[in-house]
């Protein structure tokens, strides 16, 4: 059911009037009388901020969200969609191109050869998790590196088994092309990516001894989802279908060895033939049973709550009737009433990318970004290296005992600038600027003093759980409790 609530606020203690100018704040966030309106009105800032915090890192800075408030929500999303980049900002590291040492030379390693391969390569994993956080940090386009996340939880594969990074880097690059793109065109790249070859031993699967790893996990997990619309005979079948391809380490592209491959006529999911795999995956895009899926894992990502099955309906139509196209799926769902409704807002827990991305954007961190790469690690979120092949479960699997207090540990470690400030009776204003660098919170301290509650809905996706006085506390003291609520820790 679509639901109103009204727009939460931070109680004062005094009567004194808050200066404010009480027209602006209804058109501002009035999100009590804006929320079911047709998208065709401008966004209230907290919708701006919802539609921000969603496809981004569960944070937004003040400016980006001001940059949506004078467009309708088509307009806002199609402008996050336009906003999409297929290269990365930053530069990669100079290694990413280099070739695997190829078999040949590696069976004959010693020892120690062996051990010094497995220590560079173990060290360029976390060199490249530090290039991806320093991406995310300085993209324009949070939205791509959202998506970027997604397929990377998708089409998993890690550290552990694939083995070369550079291989990693070009699935990443892989993803960030068809972000938004068109999902035929990923799913016929990914079936023959190095990284996944290595992953799912599609690299081993051969005529004379199928291995069947790929094509199970391609039904099972990639596009039809666990027992629905396959058999174990599909599975099979795909895997006969797949055979013969493996990896030249010279050029890091997949090859096909006709010798490998099985050449007999393949039956599966009702069709037969002669299949390769470019027959497998319109086969598999000729079912139903794709599109509903996608559209589902899509609406967990981006809105969350129990799925509203007509929204999953329309999304899955349109998906399948752009023939695939993830930029129309995507549209479908956060151009949705449901997206927009009030009870959609703060019904996720946000990941430990989003803690530490989303804050460490909107603080303008200068610090290391090996430190932010840790703080995800021990939130339990080491980039390229999900726990296994199902991906970060996500949701309430992100808490426990050790994760959340490494969440607040690092929440803590940002504010704790503000804290003292606050303490020493300052502004604060010094002190945030020295943390930040006068960014987005030096704005917010402005504002925190003239308009706590806009400030409260700026931080906050939704009402903060303590009961926060801001004409208690300095500018500093306020926004480090909103921070440091736990209502932060949602998005």
């Known amino acids: 059911m679509l639901t109103n609530k009204p727009c939460f606020y931070i109680r004062s203690t005094s009567s004194n009037p808050i200066r404010i100018i009480p027209v602006l704040i209804l058109l ?45 929500r088509d307009q806002a999303v199609d402008n996050l969609l336009r906003s999409l980049i297929s290269t990365p900002t930053t530069q990669p590291p100079a290694w990413v191109g280099d070739p695997m040492p190829h078999w040949n030379v590696r069976k004959n390693w010693s020892r120690a050869q062996k051990s010094a391969f497995n220590k560079t390569n173990r060290e360029r994993w976390k060199l490249l998790q530090k ?12 939205l791509t590196e959202r998506l970027v996340l997604f397929w990377h939880n998708h089409f998993t594969s ?12 070009a699935q990443n690059a892989l993803f960030r092309r068809h972000a938004a793109g068109s999902f035929r065109d990923l799913l016929n790249a990914i079936v023959m990516d ?58 890091a592209k997949a090859v096909f060895r006709a010798r490998n491959h099985d050449w007999g006529e393949k039956e599966f999911l009702g069709q ?73 807002r703060g019904n996720q827990i946000k990941s430990p990318v989003d803690m530490v991305m989303g804050l460490a954007r909107f603080t303008n961190w200068q610090g290391k970004t090996k430190i932010l790469v840790n703080r995800m690690n021990a ?28 969440r607040n540990s690092f929440v803590f470690a940002i504010t704790r600038h503000w804290a003292a400030a606050a303490r020493s009776g300052m502004s604060g ?10 960014g987005e919170m030096s704005t917010l301290m402005k504002m925190a003093h003239q308009m706590p509650a806009e400030t409260a809905s700026i931080v906050l996706a939704i009402p903060p759980v303590r009961n926060i006085l801001y004409e208690k506390l300095s500018p500093a003291a306020y926004l480090t409790a909103l921070f440091r609520d736990p209502a932060f820790q949602m998005k």
């Open 272 to 344: 037969r033939g002669d299949f390769g795999v470019r027959e497998v995956v319109n086969v598999i895009l000729d079912h139903n049973r794709p599109a509903r899926y996608l559209a589902e894992k899509f609406y967990d990502a981006f809105i969350g709550g129990m799925r509203h099955t007509p929204t999953v309906n329309a999304a899955a139509k349109a998906f399948q009737q752009s023939d695939y196209s993830i930029s129309a799926l995507l549209r479908t769902l956060l151009n949705s009433p449901i997206f927009w409704d009030l009870e959609t």
């Open 28 to 72: 501002v966030w009035g999100v009590g009388l804006f929320a079911n309106m047709p998208s065709a009105v401008a966004l209230p800032l907290a919708e701006a901020r919802h539609l921000l915090s969603r496809t981004g890192f569960g944070l937004a800075r003040s400016y980006e969200i001001m940059a949506l408030a004078h467009m309708s």
């Open 131 to 142: 290039w991806w956080a320093e991406e995310m940090l300085a993209t324009s386009s949070p």
């Open 429 to 438: 204003m010094n002190s945030i600027t020295a943390a930040a660098k006068a």
């Open 158 to 169: 890690s550290f552990d088994r694939v083995k070369w990074v550079p291989y990693l880097y």
């Open 379 to 406: 939130m339990g979120q080491r980039l390229f290296r999900p726990p296994n092949v199902e991906g970060w479960p996500g949701g309430a699997a992100w808490i426990s005992t050790s994760s959340l207090a490494a």
């Open 194 to 251: 190095p990284a996944m070859l290595f992953y799912l031993d599609g690299r081993r699967n051969r005529a004379q001894k199928p291995n069947e790893n790929f094509a199970r996990e391609l039904l099972e997990l990639f596009t039809m989802g666990e027992g629905h619309g396959y058999t174990e005979r599909d599975i099979r079948e795909v895997a006969r279908a797949l055979s013969g391809w493996s990896v030249d380490t010279t050029t």
